[in-house]
């Protein structure tokens, strides 16, 4: 169906930056919304950026100004530049994205989600 691949998590240090990529493949037809999440072990799901086919971005409170969100629909890609990363900003990054797909018995939307790419920002 659709699968979902993070890349260019790593160590960085205080006031570093990072930037991710998650790319869609699949029997795509297209994407309306990809979104960037973060869980740190033993807390909720958080949501980081969101986007939209038609340019409309959202952001959490604790990485506005600092994160930026981006995409390549042509490419089904989505990034996530990280600035002035800060040491809470450690964890596992996930990429999810609402498809509409061929299935093989005709359209279907559904919601997938990539297999997380660890961030972790010490000295």
């Known amino acids: 169906q659709v699968q979902l691949v993070e890349s260019g998590g790593g160590l960085v240090q205080p006031g570093g930056s990072l930037r991710l990529s998650c790319v869609a493949s699949?029997?795509?037809?297209?994407?309306?919304?990809m979104n960037w999440y973060r869980q740190a072990p033993g807390k909720e799901r958080e949501l980081v950026a969101h986007?939209?086919?038609?340019?409309?971005?959202n952001y959490g409170q604790s990485v506005k100004g600092r994160f930026t969100i981006s995409r390549d629909n042509a490419k089904n890609e989505v990034y996530l530049q990280m600035n002035s990363l800060k040491p809470e900003d450690t964890t596992v990054y996930y990429c999810?994205?609402?498809?509409?797909?061929?299935?093989?018995?005709?359209?279907?939307?559904?919601?997938?989600w990539g297999q997380g790419t660890q961030v972790t920002v010490e000295s």
């Open positions: 999810d994205a609402t498809v509409k797909y061929y299935s093989g018995r005709g359209y279907d939307t559904g919601d997938f």
């Open positions: 699949g029997s795509i037809f297209n994407i309306n919304v």
């Open positions: 986007s939209t086919s038609g340019g409309y971005t």
